[in-house]
């Protein structure tokens, strides 16, 4: 079993929608987490990032760590063709540490 | 800043051959990260190194080797290449504060070995 599971997606959705994408995770020991977000042929840029529990809010972006529940989720407001892309999620469990990533999800923003 | 700059973009290499990706950064990183990534199999971390002359295995280093003697650049060598190791490689630097995540990553190096 993996240390991270990503939903695998693909996703589609319409122009407007609200996207949800979730890891899950079996270490206990992770305490940072992180979303990336990589276009085509593009390398991965850093999209939100949250230590230990809670809720992080970027403008559409809000980033949710439930750490009882080993469960990471970033949800996308108002969603745009922009932000069509693969969406990985990261951990690691210390500042030193390597983090690990999930597969990938795969969005589509339909105009 | 460039950030972090990979070279070359794309290589076709024969089987058995050799060839060294060079990373670097301008950011002052600490810490820097090679990665392979593979259809349907995310980003999976070959090695690391968490300062100057030192380096680390990851999750899957057989079949190449790194050094790292200046602290900006950050290289990996496949010394007998395989088409197993045809993918897409990422370098990315981190810095060692806590204050923020600032993981950043080069923009690849496709690799087909045939």
């Known amino acids: 079993q993996k240390e991270v599971e990503q939903d695998p997606g693909p996703l589609s959705v319409p122009e407007g929608a609200i996207v949800s994408l979730n890891c899950t995770y079996s270490n206990s020991a992770f305490q940072y987490f992180m979303w990336y977000r990589q276009y085509s042929r593009k390398g991965p840029e850093l999209l939100m990032y949250?230590?230990?529990?809670g809720n992080k809010e970027d403008g559409r972006f809000t980033a949710q760590v439930d750490k009882s529940s080993k469960y990471i989720s970033l949800f996308i407001r108002d969603s745009q063709p922009s932000d069509s892309a693969t969406y990985l999620c990261?951990?690691?469990?210390?500042?030193?540490?390597?983090?690990?990533f999930g597969d990938g999800t795969t969005l589509t923003v339909k105009p | 800043n460039a950030g972090v700059t990979q070279t070359p973009k794309f290589r076709v290499l024969k089987t058995g051959q050799s060839m060294t990706l060079l990373c670097a950064q301008d950011?002052?990183?600490?810490?820097m990260y090679w990665y392979r990534q593979d259809p349907g199999m995310g980003l999976r971390l070959i090695h690391y190194?968490?300062?100057?002359?030192?380096?680390a295995k990851g999750e899957v280093p057989d079949g190449y080797n790194v050094s790292r003697l200046k602290k900006q650049n950050f290289l990996l060598g496949l010394e007998s290449a395989a088409p197993s190791q045809t993918s897409v490689y990422f370098c990315?630097?981190?810095?060692?504060?806590?204050?923020?995540?600032?993981?950043?990553f080069g923009p690849g190096t496709r690799l087909l070995v045939l």
């Open positions: 190194s968490v300062g100057e002359g030192t380096t």
């Open positions: 990261a951990m690691r469990g210390t500042n030193a540490g390597k983090s690990t």
């Open positions: 950011m002052n990183h600490e810490y």
């Open positions: 990315a630097s981190r810095s060692k504060t806590t204050l923020r995540e600032t993981q950043y």
């Open positions: 949250t230590y230990s529990s």
